[in-house]
């Protein structure tokens, strides 16, 4: 598939031009080796792929005016008349239901269908129970379908509660797909064989955990009048709970009278870095409330995610809050108020707050503490000591 994403990496090897699965569009690759009017990939194509028998077919996508406007004859040169051109997502539905030559045609693949369709039943083993003779298959057959392999999932799990449930809530919380190292270190990576159509509707790729199509997720979060068995549009936020608890836990100390570690000391990875308050926020729990009271009082966090160039996603997920509480609200208030100048230089967090920030505000009462001089203060009126509202 030459799909529109990244460039291709440079590659080391000729030999590496077979391993191409993905890469980018045939007018932005870059020259490596092979040559085909200055192009790599469309290089790898015309010269490695004639090579291979007649039943392996490709699907290549690319911009018409691509290599000068000439990808059309080059390839028709390449592969002579076994090479079809699809301008439009209409065509490739009339092409996709078209009987190959050397097959029988069959009943599955006559009339405009939701190209999943098909997938889902073949590799979740449920080609015996849908109808044979459907001509159409629509969003809402679609959605059926997935209704059916988590039905049959649930049902060899007893009446009880699926063991793969948490796993599930935290892959539908999840910002992104997540690692299986990550999955692995919260005791949940033995429970991915678990889930319903593992292998198709749910995949691992890259040591990631994949979903196969958006449609799914939409239809998890569904309210009960439409999919009342398994909807998950009130309970994903026990993902959030979950994801949040485990992200926050290596910057909080079990023991009150310990120490906590540095921020600076601690791997910040990228998922931590982007989305522990974003799934703390909304978690919707008293636990995680707490949780999240105590991640805004870690300085040191506040400012390692400033550096990282994420305070945004700390104000925008606090201001998405429905219900925050007093610590909470004077934390967003606080952060709103001084984005700027803790954006521009975190390390002066505590001197900036200091010097402009109502003296009744428990930040700023924070921050004489942690100066290392405590100056003397006097209220000369304003605001009350008070941070405003905006």
């Not at 988590?150 to 919380?173: C, N, Q, R, W």
């Not at 921020?263 to 636990?287: D, I, W």
């Not at 942690?370 to 006097?378: A, D, G, K, M, Y």
Request: proline content about 8%.
């Amino acid at each position: 598939m030459i799909d529109e994403g990244d460039p291709p990496k440079q590659l080391e090897k000729q030999q590496q031009l077979l391993d191409l699965v993905s890469a980018d569009a045939c007018q932005q690759a870059k020259v490596v080796t092979v040559k085909a009017c200055g192009n790599q990939v469309l290089g790898a194509i015309i010269r490695f792929i004639p090579q291979l028998p007649p039943y392996v077919r490709f699907i290549f996508t690319s911009r018409p005016d691509a290599v000068c406007g000439g990808i059309r004859s080059i390839l028709k040169r390449a592969f002579s008349s076994s090479v079809t051109f699809i301008d439009s997502p209409e065509e490739l539905r009339e092409e996709a239901v078209k009987p190959a030559t050397s097959t029988p045609p069959t009943p599955r693949t006559t009339g405009s269908r939701v190209m999943l369709y098909d997938t889902v039943a073949r590799e979740c083993n449920l080609l015996h129970s849908i109808p044979p003779s459907s001509s159409t298959t629509d969003l809402s057959a679609l959605r059926a379908l997935y209704e059916l392999v988590f039905d049959s999932s649930k049902a060899g799990t007893g009446e009880g509660v699926p063991p793969y449930l948490p796993l599930l809530h935290v892959i539908m919380a999840a910002q992104e797909p997540l690692s299986h190292a990550m999955l692995h270190e919260m005791g949940m990576a033995c429970l991915l064989k678990d889930l319903p159509g593992w292998g198709c509707l749910f995949y691992e790729a890259d040591h990631h955990i994949y979903s196969y199509h958006k449609s799914m997720s939409d239809w998890l979060l569904l309210g009960k009048e439409a999919n009342p068995r398994h909807s998950m549009q009130d309970s994903v936020s026990k993902g959030h709970a979950t994801l949040g608890a485990h992200l926050i836990s290596p910057f909080l100390t079990s023991q009150p009278s310990e120490k906590p570690q540095p921020a600076s000391q601690l791997l910040l990875s990228r998922y931590t870095s982007q989305y522990v308050f974003l799934h703390l926020s909304k978690a919707k729990s008293q636990p995680c409330s707490l949780l999240l009271d105590a991640a805004l009082a870690r300085w040191d966090l506040l400012k390692a995610l400033f550096r990282a160039g994420q305070g945004d996603r700390v104000v925008s997920a606090l201001g998405g809050m429905d219900v925050r509480t007093p610590y909470a609200e004077d934390s967003l208030r606080w952060l709103r108020r001084f984005y700027h100048a803790f954006d521009g230089e975190p390390e002066s967090m505590e001197r900036a707050t200091y010097a402009d920030c109502p003296i009744k505000s428990s930040k700023f009462a924070e921050a004489l503490s942690r100066l290392p001089v405590v100056p003397t203060v006097t209220q000369l009126g304003g605001m009350d000591g008070i941070l405003p509202d905006h």
